[in-house]
């Protein structure tokens, strides 16, 4: 299994979908993996895994407000979703 560390610039809606599905609420300080790069630098970052990956993604402040804004647009497509085949039904 290969490990990959990310960026949140660098998130793909499938990386995002599952820290959203792993971490409904949010992740805290037990979920942080910490650990040292290769230039000896300290990086924190929350774990997702795939059938063949594991993502390591770098924690910050931006990850969080990411995350949080992906729930709510994925929230409102739903919502929308169901609105629209409401529609249909009526």
């Not at 994925?74 to 085949?85: C, G, W």
């Given at each position: 299994?290969?490990?990959?560390?990310?960026?949140?610039?660098?998130?793909?809606?499938?990386?995002?979908?599952?820290?959203?599905?792993?971490?409904?609420?949010g992740y805290n300080?037990?979920?942080?993996?910490?650990?040292?790069?290769?230039?000896?630098?300290?990086?924190?970052?929350?774990?997702?895994?795939?059938?063949?990956?594991?993502?390591?993604?770098?924690?910050?402040?931006k990850l969080h407000?990411?995350?949080?804004?992906?729930?709510?647009?994925?929230?409102?497509s739903i919502a929308?979703?169901?609105?629209?085949?409401?529609?249909?039904?009526?």
């Amino acid at each position: 299994m290969k490990r990959v560390i990310i960026d949140y610039k660098k998130l793909t809606t499938e990386i995002l979908n599952l820290l959203s599905k792993k971490f409904p609420d949010g992740y805290n300080d037990k979920d942080i993996v910490t650990f040292d790069n290769h230039h000896n630098e300290t990086i924190e970052a929350v774990e997702v895994n795939t059938k063949d990956t594991i993502y390591l993604v770098k924690v910050s402040s931006k990850l969080h407000y990411t995350m949080t804004n992906f729930d709510i647009e994925l929230d409102t497509s739903i919502a929308d979703l169901n609105l629209d085949n409401d529609s249909l039904s009526d």
